[in-house]
């Protein structure tokens, strides 16, 4: 099923929810960003990022990472959130469809319209009022390649204006837009609005795939609350 999913570098970020910026980090800003992550734990799927000063050169607006985000956002564009997904033989999972709901914040405030709440990786969660998803991006930052069977991401194009959706309309929604693979090679970044219906296969065969996936808002806060940031 999955190669006869058509391309996807011809997306752009307004129609579709999604665009490919080939090549944003050269080899020698790929070798930095892994020394600058190489500090991470490796025993776990995904690894949230707390505390990420080593990546300010990267992140910041005039860095390869958050130069992309200043051109969908604007120069307020912030970093507010950051996970290292690597995908391994032993590391190797799947991700059904689903939406991104929930923000990172800096200490718990119960108010109106915010909640439900977690905790992660000691970083406190919080399902915000999706409007503020909804003027959010998410950038993917490539490491290794990914080809079809390299657990690309799979993307919905044009779910993102679509608010809010029940998990029960999710599947609807799937099979009346389609599915595209967002291909890459390394150093390639895929930005995406946060609140686009997504998914991601297990690798097969299972192999290594690094994705550095980083959260950008322009919001000087979420609401009542404060970002925790990167």
């Known amino acids: 099923m999955l190669s006869a999913i058509r391309r996807s570098a011809d997306l752009t970020l307004n129609d579709d929810g999604a665009q490919l910026f080939a090549q944003a980090l ?30 300010q050169p990267f992140l910041g607006d005039a860095g390869p990472i958050g130069v992309i985000a200043v051109s969908a956002l604007g120069e307020q564009a912030r970093p507010v ?10 590391r190797n999972w799947a991700l059904g469809w689903h939406q991104d709901r929930t923000i990172v914040v800096e200490e718990r405030i119960d108010t109106e319209g915010y909640g439900p709440w977690t905790v992660k990786s000691g970083l406190i969660q919080v399902e915000p009022p999706f409007e503020i998803l909804e003027r959010m991006v998410t ?71 690094r994705v550095l996936q980083i959260d950008f808002s322009a919001d000087a806060a979420p609401g009542p609350l404060a970002w925790r940031g990167v």
């Open 81 to 90: 959130r950051a996970i290292l997904f690597d995908k391994t033989a032993e």
């Open 26 to 55: 050269d080899e020698g800003a790929c070798g930095r960003l892994e020394t600058a992550l190489v500090a991470l734990p490796t025993s776990r799927p995904g690894v949230r990022i707390g505390e990420g000063r080593q990546l």
């Open 139 to 209: 950038l993917r930052v490539h490491l290794d390649a990914v080809d079809e069977r390299n657990a690309p991401l799979r993307i919905v194009p044009g779910s993102h204006r679509l608010g809010r959706l029940p998990e029960a309309e999710i599947g609807r929604v799937v099979t009346t837009l389609g599915e595209r693979l967002c291909l890459a090679e390394r150093g390639d970044v895929w930005l995406y609005a946060t609140s686009i219906v997504h998914a991601s296969l297990a690798a097969d065969p299972p192999r290594r795939r």
